[in-house]
Structures are given as C-alpha cells and as structure tokens.
T-cell receptor
C-alpha cells in the first residue's frame, strides 16, 4: 500500500516557539494532503486541506495564521505551529490522497507527530 | 456538514469470537466509507473500504456492509485474534458542497480481544 511518512515523530518545544512538521508521500504523488489533530482518546479532527501549489483550506475554528500549511510539491506538505502554547500539545497526523482509478482515490495516513509544548 | 456516529465505544471479545462495529452517517451524498485501525501512538491504517455502489465487501476475516437507505455501515471481524486489539474508526467522505472530499470520522471503538 501507499506509504506516508512524517517527521519528526515526537517533538517537545517551549511555549512561544514555532515547530515545523513534515509530511511526505513516499511512493506516490499526492494532489491533496490533509492535516488532522487528535487529542488523547478522541477521534481525528480535520484541520485543513491542501492542494499542491495552492493555499490550504482551513476548517472552521482553525486559525490559519497559527497553523501554517505549505504544500510545495506533490510529495511534501508541511505544518508549522507558530507561537506554540501548551494547549497546542496534541497528536498531529497528515494524510495524502492517492488516485486508484479514474474518479476514485484512497486516503492514507502518516504515523503522526506527538507535539508537547512546555 | 456530515456527522458520523459510531457504536460501541468499547468492545471486548474472546479470541475466536466475532466483533461488529456499527456506524451511521447523516449526509446521503457521502459515497465512500473507509475503516481504519489505529494502534497506540501510531497513525490510522486503512483496513477496508466500501463505496456507495456496493452493498458488501470482504477481505479475509474482515467484511464491511453498507445500507444506503438507512445510512449505516458496519465492520465485521471474524475469528478475532489478540493482534486485532486496537482502536477502530469508521469514516464517511462527502461528495458535494463543503464536505466534498473530506473524511468525517466516527468517535472510535476500542476493541480488546482476550486470549
């Protein structure tokens, strides 16, 4: 199956600093990538959708100036958490869509990044 | 937007028994329904999916059924093994409007298979 990687897997940062998380589709080109946040024992909540070469579309309630998303190529998207605060501590998961047939695509998830803001 | 309800929240079975997880969705325009398995500290892994033009799909010990009229779909795991223990999420993908292309997840089911 399609492989999506994330880096780093874990990061600890101090309050007020910025952290960048990378998401890569390793063996396919992803026209669309998604970023999710997951709090402990909860479901995945979509933060934003990004298409290669265009601005990301953010879900309601997600601050676009705080969570900067860049989708510079068909295999790489980055999420930067700016001026991080302890409440931003969470498990961040990216996902990439792979076209399997005309008009049909499947979505594969990365292993996630555990962000802890102290 | 789409709303997906998943039940039960926890499910405990004996090894070899079957496990069934059910989900309902609200948007009749949703057309793709994947199931993901998530182990602790890892990202979700796609285990099976079904599209709106199919009523049932099976892959070895795993099967998924879809009832479009009732707007619900279910995951069936037969001959469960301890390695099946994980959190399972259902999802529905919208096909129109603001939900287009987006997965909405259920709340998750913690499945525990006892040896």
């Amino acid at each position: 199956g399609a492989v999506v990687s994330q880096h780093p897997s874990r990061v600890i940062c101090k309050s007020g600093t910025s952290v960048k998380i990378e998401c890569r589709s390793l063996d396919f080109q992803a026209t669309t990538m998604f970023w999710y946040r997951q709090f402990p024992k909860q479901s995945l909540m979509l933060m934003a959708t990004s298409n290669e070469g265009s601005k990301a579309t953010y879900e309601q309630g997600v601050e676009k100036d705080k969570f900067l998303i860049n989708h510079a190529s068909l295999t790489l998207s980055t999420l930067t958490v700016t001026s991080a605060h302890p409440e931003d501590s969470s498990f961040y998961i990216c996902s990439a869509s792979q076209i399997v047939l005309k008009g049909k695509y499947e979505q594969y998830f990365g292993p996630g990044t555990r962000l802890t803001v102290t | 937007g789409e709303n997906v309800e998943q039940h039960p929240s926890t499910l405990s079975v004996q090894e070899g028994d079957s496990a069934v997880i059910k989900c309902t969705y609200s948007d009749s325009a949703s057309n793709y329904f994947p199931w993901y398995k998530q182990e602790l500290g890892k990202g979700p892994q796609l285990i099976i999916d079904i599209r709106s033009n199919v009523g049932e799909k099976k892959d070895q010990r795993i099967a998924v059924t879809l009832n479009k009229t009732a707007k619900h779909f279910s995951l069936h795991i037969t001959e469960t093994q301890p390695e099946d223990s994980a959190v399972y999420f259902c999802a529905a993908r919208g096909s129109g409007g603001t939900s287009y292309g987006k997965l909405t997840f259920g709340q998750g089911t913690i499945l525990t298979v006892h040896p």
